[in-house]
């Protein structure tokens, strides 16, 4: 067995450098700490993985549900509702919507472009989502640093979420070509922006009703 160990670390010495294909991980020996850094380092590069290969192998966009329907409120007349589904963001994280979730158009027009005349508003917004995350779990905590007696709240838990927004224009993701040469095919790069289409909505008058027939679900980012 020493014969062996010894033969086995003289050909992990003889190795040829490489370079870092991915996110470093902790490399536990007998004796170390076992510190929260180091679980959260391991925890990033396991989810980077994951990350990594749904991009690659599958892509991005809804896989089901997401239907995005009038809300039919009429005190909310701009309000349209979600309806569950899973999809995959533009970074590969995993989106659940587990339930119905209503969101108020009206609440997103601050964040309309400056026009230059009447003709560029067509009133006309992109409804998308994106991965998003939430805390839980809210736990006393002793002040160990300070050697209070008074302990301090925190959260312990990190949930999977996501996020609703409104976009006014949608920008295309640049074509790279190959490293290698014009025939070669890269991998594709990184999008710039983590939002999936969801529905291109026509908005209605101020007291009008968004109503199922200005909801343009086929322009979604399926998948």
């Known amino acids: 067995m020493i014969a062996e160990n010894v033969t086995m670390t003289k050909a992990k010495e ?30 990033r590069a396991l989810l980077q993985k994951l990350r990594h290969a749904n991009r690659q192998l599958h892509g991005c966009g809804i896989v089901c549900g997401m239907w995005v329907v009038p809300a039919g409120d009429p005190k909310e007349p701009w ?10 963001g533009p970074y590969g994280d995993e989106i659940q919507v587990t339930a119905a979730t209503t969101i108020n158009l009206k609440d997103f027009l601050w964040s309309m472009p400056q026009l230059i005349s009447t003709r560029d508003f067509r009133r006309i917004p992109y409804l998308v989502i994106r991965y998003d995350e939430s805390t839980d779990r809210t736990q006393a905590i002793p002040a160990v640093a300070c050697k209070c007696t008074d302990p ?12 609703l927004g409104v976009l006014w224009k949608l920008t295309e993701q640049p074509f790279q070509e190959g490293v290698c040469g014009p025939e070669s095919m890269p991998c594709p790069a990184c999008p710039d922006s983590p939002w999936l289409v969801l529905a291109r909505i026509l908005l209605p008058g101020n007291n009008a009703v968004i109503t ?3 909801i343009d ?5 399926a998948l």
């Open 79 to 88: 309000a349209v509702q979600v309806c569950p589904g899973y999809a995959v």
């Open 14 to 43: 003889c190795e040829a450098p490489r370079p870092p294909t991915g996110s470093p991980r902790p490399d536990y020996e007998a004796g170390d700490y076992f510190t929260a850094a180091e679980c959260q380092l391991e925890q």
């Open 152 to 163: 301090y709240y925190c959260d312990t838990r990190t949930v999977d979420s996501f996020r």
């Open 212 to 214: 199922a027939a200005m």
């Open 217 to 221: 679900n086929d322009i979604r980012t």
